[in-house]
C-alpha cells in the first residue's frame, strides 16, 4: 500500500510547478497548496474540495467551520463542496449519500501549470458513473473554478444530472450584509414546504434561517459586506441556478460538523444547475458549469 508521505513526494515530482506543492492536510489527508505574489489557496484531492482562497492584498474569502471532519467518507464543511450527481437528498434512493458522491470521492491530479497573471491552475478528475468529471481551479487575483462533465466511454444514452459548487463565503457577521442581483428571479423556498415564490425585486437580507434556490439566475450576484469594507462579485456560465444558504441557530446546532457559534460568519452563494435547471447530456457532448470569483 502507498504511504501518504509517498503520494505527496510522488505529486511534488510530478507536479513540479513554482508556488505549487503537495502536503498532508488535515485528518492525513493530502492537499495542494499554492503560495504565488497574486494568491495563496489550497485544494484537497478528497472531494476536490477548495479550502482556502486569498488575493493578494485581501482577507481570505472562503470560509471553513473549526468543527469541520477530514475523514475518508465524509464532506468537508466549508470551502467549496462539490455537489454531483444530485443536489440535496438523492430523489430515488433516500439512502444515498446526500448531494451525491463527488465530495466524497477521492480525486486525482491531472494537470498543474502557471497562469499568465502569475498564478496557478490546477484540473482534477474523477469518474462518477455514467459521468467522467472535470474540475479546473485557477487561483489567482480571482477565483475561477469549472466543473466540466461528460459522459464516460461507451455511455451512449443521454444522462440527467445536478451540480453545485457551494461555496461558503466568509462575513463579518450574515445579519449585516445583502445580496444583489437574484432581485428578479423566482426562488424554491425549502423552509416553507419548496413553496415557489415570486421575484421579490429587493435584496437579500438576513433575519433568520435562508435556504432558498433561485432559478434561471444566470445574473452577475453581488456579496456586500461593510464590516469587511468589501464586496464580492460571483459572475457565472453554465448555471441556471443560484442557492442561498445560512443555517442560522438552530440548524447549525444540529449539524456535528459545524460550530454551533459559527452561523454568523458564513453565507453559501452556489453556483448550481437543480431542479428545473438540471442538465440533460447527451453522449459526445460536454457541460461546464463556471463561477468566476472576484473581490472588489
Not at 34 to 42: D, K
Not at 165 to 189: A, W
Not at 267 to 276: D, F, L, S, Y
Amino acid at each position: 500500500m502507498v504511504s501518504l508521505m509517498q503520494t505527496v513526494q510522488s505529486l511534488c515530482e510530478q507536479f513540479k510547478v513554482p508556488g505549487l506543492h503537495f502536503e498532508a492536510g488535515q485528518g492525513g489527508l493530502t492537499k495542494a497548496v499554492v503560495a504565488t505574489p497574486v494568491a495563496s489557496g489550497e485544494i484537497y484531492l478528497h472531494g476536490a474540495h477548495v479550502t482556502s482562497w486569498q488575493p493578494a492584498g485581501h482577507e481570505p474569502v472562503l470560509w471553513m467551520s473549526r468543527s469541520s471532519l477530514f475523514q475518508p467518507g465524509k464532506p468537508i464543511r466549508g470551502g467549496v463542496p462539490i455537489c454531483f450527481p444530485w443536489f440535496g437528498p438523492n430523489a430515488s434512493d433516500p439512502s444515498a449519500p446526500a448531494h451525491g458522491f463527488a465530495r466524497t470521492a477521492m480525486w486525482e491530479v491531472a494537470e498543474a501549470r502557471p497562469t499568465a497573471e502569475g498564478g496557478i491552475s490546477m484540473t482534477l478528475q474523477t469518474r462518477i458513473d455514467p459521468f467522467a468529471v472535470r474540475f479546473t481551479v485557477e487561483f489567482g487575483s480571482v477565483l475561477r473554478m469549472t466543473l466540466a462533465t461528460e459522459l464516460a466511454t461507451g455511455v451512449s444514452t443521454s444522462h440527467r444530472f445536478e451540480d453545485a459548487l457551494h461555496t461558503y463565503f466568509s462575513v463579518s457577521d450574515v445579519r449585516n450584509i445583502s445580496i444583489t442581483g437574484l432581485e428578479q428571479s423566482r426562488y424554491i423556498d425549502k423552509l416553507d414546504g419548496a413553496a415557489e415564490k415570486p421575484a421579490t425585486g429587493v435584496a437579500i437580507e438576513f433575519i433568520g434561517e435562508t435556504d432558498r434556490v433561485y432559478f434561471d439566475s444566470d445574473s452577475e450576484c453581488h456579496l456586500h459586506d461593510p464590516g469587511r469594507k468589501r464586496t464580492i462579485a460571483i459572475s457565472t456560465s453554465g448555471s441556471q441556478s443560484t442557492v442561498v444558504w445560512n443555517p442560522w441557530i438552530a440548524k447549525s446546532a444540529r449539524m456535528p460538523d459545524f460550530g454551533d457559534h459559527e452561523w454568523p460568519e458564513m453565507v453559501c452563494i452556489e453556483t448550481a444547475n437543480v431542479g428545473v435547471n438540471a442538465v440533460e447530456l447527451a453522449p459526445k457532448s460536454i457541460h461546464s458549469t463556471t463561477v468566476v470569483i472576484r473581490v472588489q
